[in-house]
């Protein structure tokens, strides 16, 4: 398809286990971005690459979350030892903007984590 | 840091009513302001954007918003609403970086 594919849609894990969501952006899109929607509310900013860098990962919540985009398309956001907490919608978007912050996102549908 | 609010949770419309869901915004610098709708079930996606210009900004299904730069308010509007409009809606702001920064979204409940 043409837009962003995010896989799995849906997973269910236990407490202390590990996760890889994976996001596959349009492509050409140089700007990628994960984003976190808990029930009832906005997305939350987690992380966004330009290209294969992590240009700005200041929404990671703790050294349990990390990305990667090793070459420059497909993205992998990883979590260790979950917690119920991190229940939540991961949402991957992608921009063709090469900076300067014009452009609009294109979202994916979402990987809905729930961590019994 | 920049920062967006949507004072309203929900706004409730009868349909063929005009329709109006809030957004202030909070920049140090020029602001780059965004609208996204989201269905029951489905990704986020774009409806308009301001970027510089005219301050009446008109995107897609029939929306628009109005940016008001001493008001710090880009508030989204459309002149006849449509059950179909009835969905999640985020405003959204961009300053010197590239990151989005979201609100918390307001439900319009469009009334047959």
């Known amino acids: 398809g043409a837009g962003v594919s995010q896989t799995p849609s849906n997973k269910v894990t236990e407490k202390g286990k590990y996760v890889e969501l994976r996001c596959d952006p349009i492509?050409?899109?140089?700007?990628l971005y994960w984003y976190r929607q808990s029930l009832g509310q906005g997305p939350e900013f987690l992380i966004y690459?330009?290209?294969?860098?992590?240009?700005?990962d200041s929404g990671l919540p703790n050294d349990r979350f990390f990305a990667v985009r090793p070459e420059g398309s497909v993205s992998t956001l990883k979590i260790q030892r979950t917690e119920r907490g991190d229940s939540a919608v991961y949402l991957c978007a992608s921009s063709p903007s090469t900076g300067g912050g014009t452009g609009e996102l294109f979202f994916g549908e979402g990987s809905r984590l729930t961590v019994l | 840091a920049q920062s967006v609010a949507q004072p309203e949770d929900q706004v409730n419309v009868a349909e063929g009513n005009p329709l109006t869901v809030k957004c202030t915004y909070s920049v140090s610098g020029n602001p780059y302001l965004f609208w996204y709708v989201q269905y029951p079930n489905r990704g986020l996606q774009f409806l308009l954007k301001?970027?510089?210009?005219?301050?009446l900004v008109k995107g897609s299904y029939g929306f628009e918003a109005e940016f008001n730069k001493s008001q710090t308010s880009f508030h989204l509007k459309k002149p006849s609403a449509l059950v179909s409009d009835s969905a999640l809606y985020f405003c959204a702001v961009r300053e010197d970086t590239d990151k989005l920064i979201f609100g918390t979204g307001t439900r319009l409940q469009v009334f047959p």
């Open positions: 301001y970027i510089t210009g005219d301050n």
């Open positions: 690459f330009q290209g294969t860098g992590a240009a700005d």
């Open positions: 492509s050409g899109h140089t700007a």
